[in-house]
């Protein structure tokens, strides 16, 4: 720490300048040499910051970078000046000011070891959100004093729930104009149903926004120099000081609805003392009934020391959180064990890779240790391949920078590199490969669309990047529809799809072009229809012969998708040896149907009776014959063109159920279902997905983004007669049969 009181004694001399040197060296020194320490668990944090898109995330861990010496200049979000923030190192994330992938560091504040993951706040980037918060002990939720509580906002908060995370809450951008702290609380406490309170206040709003008010230690906090970096305490200002005793009581009775031990000293009317009222707060917020509630403006450089001041107070060190493993063994059904955080080497190593990276050096792993200690060379076993893996190189990240470790301990973050592994896996020593911990939830997508490179060169660019992207993000998903022969790939929304098509571009040189995928329609028939057809060819020789006689049946609506083959021939009419033949020219006339082109499903071939020749008829004859006869039933029978309906579930606010309604009505849907819980509305329907493009960017619109959906394949109905009419139309004018719109306008 000597290092590091040295740089602070400069910086208060006023050498504090941009650019300096020797400040630089100082304070960058003095972080590696504290961070290379070992410390015991009570002297860790493993935090995320989480918000919603544009509340001020990645201004907020700088500021905390800054302040406990890990950078030694500021630099803003979007790169104004030419260097953008530290913990946005991709060239896209600089250039559109957005948060794209989650980035890890660690620091040092009061002689204690912070790991940090800044998260994207983009709903289409929620699984970096979804992997960070599953391997962290503790949060802090980020609100925009104007915006408040929104959708993003939400989605992280069920995220925090579903890993039982606890966090406190830093209303930032008081400076703005419209900025009202005291809504920002309302909103927590009704939108998000949270028993929270304020550990401070501002003095003044906006541009007025002077300092703090400290509610804990009753005094106000003041940040001088030119980055806020010198703190200076004083007296609550006597215009200030009756907010601040209500605003106090409020505290107390807050927590004391939550604490047995502070609940108590209430009732008996004793007076808490400022320590008794920080271990009340740290209990109450690590058993997730309580949240703490900062405020600040990180661009205007105030509240963020009192902020990582609360980090260590009231978070959760390694060892308070409970963390289990799975017991994968025949007998154990899926027994879970709780971790040892112990911080040494007398537990076997379990560790869980949560997130891919692909770097210059080959892919990067990140690491979170739960039990035991990894070293540098030592080998370990994923449990998932069973496969053993040499760790070559052991680095803790700071952004996109990299510091070689030699080992690391339960509780710890770190990288491995040139490791074969998928997101999820679980990594052990030898003896304990029989364990797993719980895998990441990873959401469904919800869009999808075609793709394809500019440029036919770049094919191996193109599935080279495609391949790297799905083994990176599990909500990213590729597949080859061969009937549109489109390569399709599906994510979390549109601009989700988008910047992977940008890095296409950015990092492989392949520009593509995307485009909306085709539908799988389906072609069936709506009643029986018979069929006699005799394949009859000579031309010299053995000719060929068969005849075929039966019935063309329509399956019933949930086997819409399906083809069925029955022989119920009896005798030698039709040899036993060729009827797989007939059922093979069956199921290849179905490739293609007579009005649309699309597949033929839905039907059964039942194949009655027919003839054979004893010289011409073979194998082929009767393929030949069993087209044939297909080809005549479709001819004679009624067809309907099916398409897939996919069953959707709609999340919104109660106030948009109007808009929401609507607009599965525009979209021929069929409601199936409503539901209603904490202010939010769900409703369940049936609607074509050849509707369903769009949806994703109509809905946010609708809803002011706070809507969600998701949706899945349900069954195939038929489509409705203006569908079916033009796709015939379009069928008969690819094929010919019918002039194109195109050449009549240029008659």
């Not at 992977?500 to 069936?524: D, H, I």
């Not at 949806?695 to 203006?722: I, Q, V």
């Amino acid at each position: 720490m000597r290092f590091l009181n040295g740089g602070l004694s400069l910086a208060k001399a006023s050498v504090f300048k941009s650019g300096s040197t020797t400040l630089k060296k100082v304070l960058i020194n003095s972080c590696r040499t504290c961070s290379s320490d070992f410390f015991p668990n009570e002297r860790i944090r493993n935090i995320g910051i989480s918000a919603h898109i544009d509340s001020g995330k990645t201004t907020l861990t700088e500021r905390v970078l800054f302040y406990t010496g890990r950078i030694a200049e500021i630099h803003e979000v979007k790169g104004k000046d030419g260097v953008g923030a530290t913990m946005d190192s991709m060239e896209l994330e600089r250039q559109r000011g957005i948060t794209i992938k989650s980035a890890a560091t660690y620091t040092m504040w009061k002689n204690h070891n912070i790991n940090i993951i800044d998260t994207p706040g983009h709903v289409d980037f929620t699984i970096e959100v979804e992997r960070a918060l599953r391997v962290l002990d503790g949060a802090v939720l980020v609100l925009c004093a104007v915006g408040g509580v929104q959708c993003q906002t939400m989605t992280v908060n069920r995220q925090m729930k579903r890993y039982n995370v606890p966090f406190i809450t830093f209303i930032n951008k008081l400076d703005r104009m419209g900025a009202d702290s005291n809504r920002a609380l309302h909103q927590l406490r009704t939108k998000l149903s949270h028993n929270a309170a304020f550990v401070n206040i501002p003095m003044g709003l906006e541009s007025n926004l002077r300092g703090i008010i400290d509610l804990i230690e009753e005094r106000s906090v003041y940040f001088d120099g030119p980055f806020g970096q010198n703190i200076r305490y004083d007296e609550i200002p006597a215009d200030f000081r009756a907010e601040a005793a209500d605003r106090r009581q409020e505290l107390v009775e807050c927590v004391s609805n939550a604490d047995e031990i502070l609940g108590e000293m209430f009732l008996e009317e004793r007076f808490p003392t400022t320590d008794d009222l920080k271990a009340a707060i740290r209990r109450a917020t690590m058993q997730q009934l309580f949240t703490p509630v900062l405020v600040g403006s990180a661009l205007k450089n105030k509240g963020v020391q009192p902020l990582l001041d609360a980090v260590l107070d009231y978070l959760p060190n390694p060892a308070e959180v409970k963390n289990y493993a799975i017991l994968n063994t025949e007998n154990s059904e899926n027994s879970k064990i709780q971790m040892d955080p112990s911080r040494d080497s007398e537990q076997p190593f379990i560790g869980l890779a949560f997130k891919l990276e692909a770097g210059k050096f080959g892919q990067l792993t990140y690491v979170r240790v739960y039990q035991g200690c990894l070293k540098k060379s030592e080998v370990i076993y994923n449990t998932r391949t069973n496969k053993k893996v040499k760790v070559q190189r052991l680095i803790r990240l700071h952004a996109a920078q990299m510091e070689d470790v030699h080992e690391v301990y339960a509780g710890d973050i770190c990288a491995l590199f040139g490791i074969d592994c998928a997101s999820g896996d679980t990594f052990t020593t030898k003896n304990s490969t029989d364990l797993s911990m719980e895998s990441i939830y990873v959401p469904d997508a919800v869009i999808s669309m075609a793709i394809k490179p500019s440029d036919r060169n770049d094919l191996e660019k193109f599935s080279k990047g495609i391949q790297r992207f799905t083994r990176e993000d599990p909500t990213f998903r590729v597949h080859y529809e061969v009937e549109s022969k489109e390569t399709i790939i599906a994510g979390m929304g549109e601009l989700h799809l988008e910047i992977y098509s940008q890095r296409l571009e950015r990092e492989y040189n392949c520009p593509c072009v995307m485009g909306k995928p085709k539908v799988a329609f389906r072609e069936t028939i709506t009643d029986p229809v018979p069929f006699n057809y005799t394949h009859k060819k000579q031309s010299g020789g053995s000719g060929q012969y068969g005849k075929v006689i039966g019935v063309l049946v329509p399956l019933e609506r949930e086997h819409s998708n399906k083809l069925e083959f029955e022989d119920e021939t009896v005798g030698t009419n039709v040899p036993k040896q060729l009827v797989p033949a007939v059922e093979k020219g069956f199921r290849e006339a179905c490739q293609k149907g007579p009005l649309s082109g699309h597949k033929i499903s839905g039907v059964r071939f039942v194949l009655e009776d027919g003839a054979h020749h004893i010289v011409d008829s073979n194998e082929i004859s009767f393929i030949r014959a069993g087209e044939g006869a297909l080809k005549q039933a479709m001819e004679n029978a009624n067809i309907v063109i099916l398409e897939p309906v996919m069953s959707v579930e709609i999340t919104a606010p109660q106030e948009f159920q109007g808009e929401v309604i609507a607009g599965v009505h525009i979209r021929h849907g069929l409601i199936t279902g409503q539901d209603e819980a904490e202010g939010y509305f769900m409703v369940y329907a049936d609607i074509p997905l050849n509707n369903m493009f769009g949806y994703s960017s109509e809905l946010l619109t609708c809803t002011e983004g706070k809507g969600e959906f998701t949706m899945e394949y349900s069954r195939y109905m038929p489509c409705l007669p203006a569908t079916q009419e033009q796709l015939t139309n379009k069928y008969l004018e690819a094929t010919g049969q019918l002039p194109t719109k195109k050449s009549k306008s240029r008659n």
